[in-house]
Nanobody
Framework: VQLQASGGGLVQAGGSLRLACVASGRTFSRYTMGWFRQAPGKEREFVAAISWSGGVTYYSGPAKGRFTISRDVAKNTVSLLMNSLKPEDTAVYYC?????????????????WGQGTLVTVSS
């Protein structure tokens, strides 16, 4: 599966952004999807994941209560709505896919990656 992420940009603290990831190739609905981010000088970290059905979601501590992951199987798209953004949310955000059912928070468990989209939150 090929993944194309978009929606990043510059936003002031407290603002919102919606990232989108469009999948093509193999059957999108069979993949668990995730969002990760990587800030300068830091390791890639888990943000959120959603099951193939969309019925199960999981968030990192910093994302919980502010971010919402969703998917539209008909449009082969997974989205990440980010509210109440903080300067520490500044990072390159990556969407990822794994072809097994279980939700995982480790980057190594995901076999497919998009190219990343930059989110910059100004104070």
């Amino acid at each position: 599966v090929q993944l194309q992420a978009s929606g990043g940009g510059l936003v002031q603290a407290g603002g919102s952004l919606r990232l989108a990831c469009v999948a093509s190739g193999r059957t999108f609905s069979r993949y668990t999807m995730g969002w990760f981010r990587q800030a300068p000088g830091k390791e890639r970290e888990f943000v959120a994941a959603i099951s193939w059905s969309g019925g199960v979601t999981y968030y990192s501590g910093p994302a919980k209560g502010r971010f919402t992951i969703s998917r539209d199987v008909a449009k082969n798209t997974v989205s990440l709505l980010m509210n109440s953004l903080k300067p520490e949310d500044t990072a390159v955000y990556y969407c990822a896919a794994k072809d097994t059912i279980a939700i995982r928070t480790t980057a190594a468990d995901y076999g497919y990656w998009g190219q990343g989209t930059l989110v910059t939150v100004s104070s």
